[in-house]
């Protein structure tokens, strides 16, 4: 069968798209960017992939009209203004361009509504589900709780708050009661409901088997690890309040922050069980999701992570908008150095950011992250998904990927942190010389100033870290 994937890019396309290939189809990937898009070559022979926007119509007749199935993966978690406006216009755009294919079965994932007073994201993914039910297809919404996996938002705020925090002083929502579900069972039910003719026309809920509150969940991620902690609830926390707390203590961006608190003071309970039935499916407890979790962890083996989606941060582009370095009004600090061992060097490179550090003077791009955080930024809180590999497109720390090539020796980074202008990192290994380049584009007088303000900085740093990388 001939499946559309969309959102190919994001947290549950780049772990459902294997699955379908595994199972026989052959997958039309539809990406905003196609330079973000990197799947293994092992399934180039199966996958078709093809650049187009939501919200441009136009570009949706790209896809395919013979599709059979089609699974509509997009969110968003911005606070950009008349979000919701443009996620309905989206949905609008798509169930269009699916009416005029062959398509038989369209699949959202969604999230669950049975709250009376629904979050301002919680609101627009219904809109959308509303919108795509109105197709001259077959359409199953599946409303999913929270989801407990490597590399989720949900699963990484519980880590960061219960690995950081021996004591909580909490805000109240974490009274909200939700039902946790393992991303090992959403994949399943996923590929299981498609052309499955008893989901046909209808929404269900997806949960695992326990009803917990985000104190349970909290308290159960610290037993899993044998972790004593202990969390008290003050009730005159406000939301702003509870915002920052949770910025500050976890790798979310405030803007993120804002949209999960958010949603967070809103139940996410399962109305019944019926999908597990109709499928045959019998869901992993919070315990069993936990461990597994922590495996994937230990193993290094992250599929895929919220961090990497462009919501981690404040910026909203294509990597090849920014992937020319430009050289009109921008101020260079560049330097050459011969290395000692290629393969060392390159390794080097490839492991840098994240639990590695930068090599030299580390407390300097710590407090750098710090800073960062203070003003609304990103900070260094994000790491990076596998500390071995690296894809366009990928969070490291507060950079951006833009271009990696292990092979050509070219690993290119863009700035997230706050700046009065625009920063890329850019490291070039040719046989045995490294060329580091840091560029910084200006934005009018305060970043002129800004750029001399910390040049002595930048001499320290940059030439400690080819030190390390080339010795």
């Not at 597990?276 to 895929?304: C, F, H, M």
């Not at 840098?352 to 992250?369: D, E, M, S």
């Amino acid at each position: 069968m001939k499946i559309l994937l969309t959102g190919a890019t994001g947290y549950i396309g780049k772990r459902l798209l294997p699955t379908l290939v595994k199972n026989g189809h052959r997958v039309i990937c539809l990406v905003r960017d196609l330079n973000r898009f990197q799947p293994r070559t092992s399934m180039s022979d199966h996958i078709e992939v093809i650049e187009a926007d939501l919200l441009d119509p136009d570009s949706l007749t790209k896809i395919p009209s013979d599709i059979d199935g089609a699974f509509y993966l997009v969110h968003s978690m911005s606070d950009a203004a008349e979000y919701q406006k443009l996620e309905k216009r989206s949905a609008v755009y798509f169930r269009e361009a699916m009416n005029a294919t062959s398509v038989k079965h369209v699949i959202y994932l969604g999230g669950i509504v049975n709250d009376q007073s629904l979050s301002a994201h919680l609101d627009s993914r219904l809109q959308v589900e509303n919108q795509l039910s109105q197709g001259k297809y077959h359409f199953t919404a599946l409303r999913a709780s929270i989801i407990i996996g490597s590399g989720s938002a949900s699963f990484e705020i519980i880590r960061d708050l219960v690995e950081k925090l021996p004591v909580m002083v909490a805000p109240k929502w974490l009274r909200t009661r939700s039902q946790p579900i393992a991303i090992s069972d959403v994949i399943k039910i996923l590929h299981k409901t498609l052309f499955n003719p008893g989901t046909y026309d209808d929404n269900f809920d997806i949960g695992g088997p326990e009803v917990l509150s985000y104190k349970n969940m909290l308290l159960g991620y610290a037993r899993g690890r044998g972790l004593p902690r202990y969390i008290f609830i003050v009730p005159v926390m406000t939301p702003k309040l509870s915002s920052y707390w949770l910025y500050f203590i976890t790798a979310t961006s405030y803007k993120l922050a804002q949209a999960l608190v958010d949603s967070m003071k809103v139940e996410v309970v399962c109305r019944d069980n019926r999908i597990n039935q109709v499928l045959e499916i019998t869901p992993l407890g919070y315990d069993n999701a936990l461990k597994r979790t922590l495996a994937a962890i230990e193993e290094n083996q992250i599929a895929s992570s919220w961090k990497d989606a462009f919501s981690s941060g404040d910026l909203k582009f294509k990597l090849s908008d920014f992937i020319n370095v430009p050289t009109f009004g921008c101020y260079k600090d560049q330097r050459k150095k011969k290395v000692r061992e290629h393969s060392k060097s390159l390794d080097r490179i490839w492991q840098i950011g994240g639990n590695t550090g930068w090599y030299y003077a580390n407390w300097l791009w710590k407090l750098r992250g710090y800073l960062d955080k203070l003003v609304g930024g990103v900070g260094l809180r994000r790491g990076r998904t596998n500390d071995l590999e690296i894809a366009a497109g990928n969070a490291i720390d507060f950079w951006r990927v833009l271009y990696a090539d292990k092979h050509e020796g070219r690993l290119l980074l863009f700035a997230e942190m706050k700046l009065p202008g625009e920063a890329w990192l850019e490291f070039r290994l040719d046989q045995q010389q490294l060329l580091q380049t840091a560029t910084f584009r200006p934005k009018g007088l305060w970043g002129r100033l800004y750029w001399f303000a910390v040049y002595p900085l930048h001499g320290l740093i940059f030439q400690g870290l080819i030190n390390k990388l080339s010795s």
